[in-house]
């Protein structure tokens, strides 16, 4: 049986000795693909760290913006700045009773709130939104605090 003509593959396989020189041609196109590919791996890396650049100026100018804001607000409000001082330090001493408060809680009911479901959240529910809000209210107080030595 002879191959007919017609029916030649349409491939062709190399089986010479010198397999090598192939292989050579192979790495080099494999080596130059590297190496595209991590320059492209350090263009994006160098855009991302301009973006960075960018929002980190962005929030560094929205934070001074609102430093000077409330400088000015002090000064145009130095006595209310002063009272906002005094209800802010009693506010931290009623913010260390309450925590004193909860602490001790803790530590009466430990094996309760270890072990059951409903005593844990009635405690979150009993503490939990007292000590946020009071947080809360203290932050604002302390910003809008007056310090005399505090640089602008």
Known sequence: ???????????????????????????????????????????????????????????????????TELGQWKDANPELARCCRSAAETLSRVQTQFLHNLTDEIETHEDSLLDGEFMLNEFVDRFGPRLAHLNGVLQVLSQLSYAPNAPR
């Not at 007919?4 to 050579?24: E, H, K, T």
């Not at 196109?29 to 760290?49: H, S, W």
């Open 1 to 67: 049986m002879s191959p007919d003509p017609q029916q030649l593959p349409m491939f062709r396989i190399d089986v010479s000795a010198d397999a090598s020189s192939g292989r050579l041609d192979s790495e080099i196109d494999t080596g130059d693909l590297i190496v595209a590919l991590l320059r492209q791996v350090v263009a994006n890396q160098e855009q991302q760290n301009q973006l960075l650049r960018e929002l980190n100026h962005q929030m560094n100018a929205a934070q001074r913006q609102r430093a």
